[in-house]
């Protein structure tokens, strides 16, 4: 029989093999925190060391303003700082568009934009950075911005969301004359903040972890960012500095974990839906 | 109002042509050239030389067969355990937005940090080993032996994929009608007999989308092995994206690596047009950016 007791013991065992998944998900990261805070270079092995072995911001330290991680960071900070604000206006202007003007070529518009988000990247790697290698752009912050502008995610999100959205107070404001950029930026902008949410959050995810095209586009140092960076301290020494390694990866996750306990539910649907690839 | 829409329009147009359609076709031109940056005198047209060199060549072949491998090997892992966590979370009454959110959490996270995590966690002195230690088992060489270092890449895969197609799963289960679950409860059908007869045909659309995704996101896999093996030992862990990426950035073969990225792009085109044979879209309305991947799921009320 299927009795109610019989099922609460079947959720109590789901909740025990959850509990076990979740400590297999977190346990990296409680680890990488965990030897950051170390002393020393040596990575903590037992269970001893994990609680003993002694706490210190040692690594942090080494990794501060002036030193190269420092300088990654900043970088990263710099790129998504620029970069996902302009997404943001740039998804919201091209999606408002595509979903209300007469657009003639609108089906292809939305074709080749959902094509791009699905085929591999790294066949604009070549000629990008042959691009910017003429144009002067390697080692620019710009190099390092402006291929991020051309993400089509968000705009097919926002065209999207447009279509949901009702058309009414527009054309109100329209038949009462209002020039159709005082429409976009006081009436359409303001009521776009659950659909921008998604595009921003997500749009900081991918520019934020962004790897193989500033891997490419920056030739000197100072002028990586933090996973770039992260990614080449590994491999520069021969023997690796595991505590600033680690220190400056949980420095690259902090804005992650922090966006994701405010946004959690705008991530979700961002990558249901096609982001982050 | 056609001008105007053209306004909005503007901006993201020419940032989408100058720095995507555009490389995307000059890869397409570049891959019948010889084109070495460092000697630009040199270029020349070379017509399809460089796909029979692709396709006569047994580092390309190689690492198809690497990535291959990598598809094979962690698939059927990843979509049996994000099956069971989809599961599990399903059976929660309680506390599911915790769990949901904790194994959610890794897919958010950067693929370099990951992979650092993981470098530590196999190097020599590193936690694996001590525990293998621990067992008084000797050290194993997990990235520096050529039969454990693609496995080791590809269990670390698994980890960092598992939480974020148990939630598509997840979404998908949660379109299936409460009431149906009731009445299959009530007619005395049991758990196992529920989830392989009423759950499991209801989330086949979905599972199938996690298997092309998973499959196309492997086929491009690049950070992983640029930061655990630079495709050693011995190229046992050279993938497609990662010789492509050696080819024109350590070689200078651009015109080369812009043909292994047009093979790249035919077979995860190829991948596509199969999903989409087998996964059919209502028709008339603008495409999500899931349409693409056909993602047969709404985003779920969360």
């Not at chain 2, 901006?11 to 042509?17: E, G, M, N, V």
């Not at chain 2, 599990?88 to 194994?103: K, P, T, V």
């Not at chain 2, 598992?162 to 149906?180: F, M, N």
């Not at chain 2, 087998?278 to 950016?289: F, N, S, T």
Request: hydrophobic content about 55%.
């Amino acid at each position: 029989m299927n009795s109610a007791g019989a099922n609460r013991v079947g959720r109590n065992r789901a909740g025990w093999a959850l509990s076990a998944f979740v400590l297999l998900s977190l346990a990296p990261l409680i680890y990488m925190a965990r030897v950051s805070l170390g002393v020393g270079n040596s990575l903590p092995i037992a269970p001893s060391d994990w609680w003993g072995g002694g706490f210190s911001l040692d690594h942090y330290r080494a990794i501060g303003p002036g030193s190269g991680m420092g300088r990654f960071a900043l970088n990263s900070l710099v790129v998504t700082g620029i970069a996902v604000p302009l997404q943001i206006l740039l998804s919201a202007a091209a999606g408002h568009a595509l979903a209300r003007g007469r657009i003639r070529a609108q089906g292809l518009y939305l074709g080749l934009a959902t094509a791009f988000l699905i085929l591999p990247r790294q066949v604009t790697l070549v000629p990008l950075y042959l691009l910017f290698a003429k144009l002067g752009l390697l080692d620019t912050y710009a190099g390092l911005i402006l291929p991020h502008l051309a993400d089509p995610f968000g705009v097919l999100f926002m065209a999207h969301y447009y279509q949901t959205m009702s058309p009414e107070l527009e054309e109100a404001a329209r038949t009462d004359g209002w020039s159709p950029g005082a429409i976009f930026w006081r009436i359409v902008l303001p009521l776009s903040g659950p659909g921008l949410a998604v595009v921003g959050v997500n749009g900081f995810l991918t520019t934020w972890n962004a790897f193989l095209h500033p891997l490419v586009l920056t030739t000197s140092e100072s002028m990586r960012t933090l996973p770039v960076g992260l990614a080449l301290f590994a491999q520069s020494e021969h023997s690796v500095d595991w505590g600033a390694l680690l220190a400056g990866s949980t420095l690259a996750t902090a804005p992650v974990v922090l966006a994701f306990l405010l946004f959690q539910r705008q991530i979700v649907e961002g990558l249901l839906q096609g982001s982050g690839r | 109002m056609r001008s105007r829409s053209f306004l909005g329009l503007l901006p993201w147009s020419l940032c989408f042509a100058v720095f995507g359609l555009v490389p995307l076709l000059a890869a397409l031109l570049l891959s019948f050239y010889f084109m070495n940056p460092l000697r630009p005198d040199l270029t020349h047209w070379v017509g399809a030389a460089n796909y029979a060199r692709a396709l006569g060549s047994p580092a390309f072949w190689h690492a198809l067969r690497t990535t291959a491998i990598f598809v094979v090997g962690t698939l059927p892992v990843t979509l049996l355990l994000a099956y069971i966590v989809a599961a599990l979370l399903g059976r929660l009454r309680r506390g599911e937005a915790f769990f949901r959110a904790a194994i959610f959490f890794p897919a958010t996270l950067s693929m370099v940090v990951i992979a650092l995590i993981f470098k530590s966690l196999y190097a020599e002195q590193g936690l694996l080993n001590g525990w293998l230690e621990a067992l008084g088992s000797p050290p194993v060489h997990w990235l520096q032996d050529p039969r454990l270092a693609l496995p080791s890449i590809m269990a670390m895969d698994v980890w960092a994929s598992v939480g974020y197609y148990a939630i598509l799963i997840l979404a998908g289960r949660k379109t299936l009608p409460v009431e149906q679950l009731e009445a299959a409860r009530l007619e005395g059908m049991r758990t196992l007999e529920i989830e392989r007869r009423i759950i499991l045909p209801h989330v086949k659309p979905v599972l199938l989308f996690v298997v092309l995704l998973n499959t196309v996101r492997s086929f491009q896999i690049f950070i992983e092995v640029f930061v655990l093996t630079r495709g050693g030992p011995l190229d046992s862990t050279l993938t497609l994206v990662y010789h492509l990426y050696e080819r024109a950035f350590y070689h200078f073969e651009m015109g080369y690596a812009c043909a292994i990225a047009y093979l790249l792009l035919l077979l995860v085109g190829a991948i596509l047009l199969v999903q989409r044979r087998l996964v059919a879209r209502a028709p008339g309305e603008i495409p999500r950016a899931s349409a693409v991947t056909q993602a047969p799921v709404e985003a779920p009320a969360l």
